[in-house]
């Protein structure tokens, strides 16, 4: 599923940066989402929005995309670069999923 959801904003995702950017040394200089998933999952949830009918990202239609990260963009780079070195913490990783009725016509 990590690999499902659409990140607007920020990039590519560089999992090796991205773990030593958050590990830091690997001691008490650890950024606290490190130390939040280095200990199962995150402290807070990531927020997503859900879009069935895809989205449009800087003028690019992307029918395919269901989930974007409104909120939690670090916790999505972490887990990334966890699971890129096989260290992905099991979970349940709690998110919050906004929803919208759909409206024709817009």
């Given at each position: 599923m990590l690999d499902s959801i659409f990140r607007a904003w920020g990039g590519e995702l560089h999992p090796?940066?991205?773990y030593d950017a958050f590990?830091?040394?690997g001691g008490s200089d650890r950024t606290a989402t490190a130390v939040a998933l280095d200990s199962g999952?995150?402290?807070f949830p990531m927020v997503l929005l859900s879009t069935p009918s895809g989205v449009v990202n800087e003028g690019v239609e992307r029918p395919e995309v269901r989930l974007v990260v409104v909120e939690g963009h670090q916790r999505h780079r972490y887990l990334n670069a966890l699971h890129a070195r096989?260290?992905?913490p099991a979970g349940p990783h709690d998110t919050i999923i906004l929803h919208s009725p759909l409206v024709e016509g817009r």
């Open positions: 090796q940066f991205d590990q830091g040394n999952t995150w402290d096989g260290k992905a």
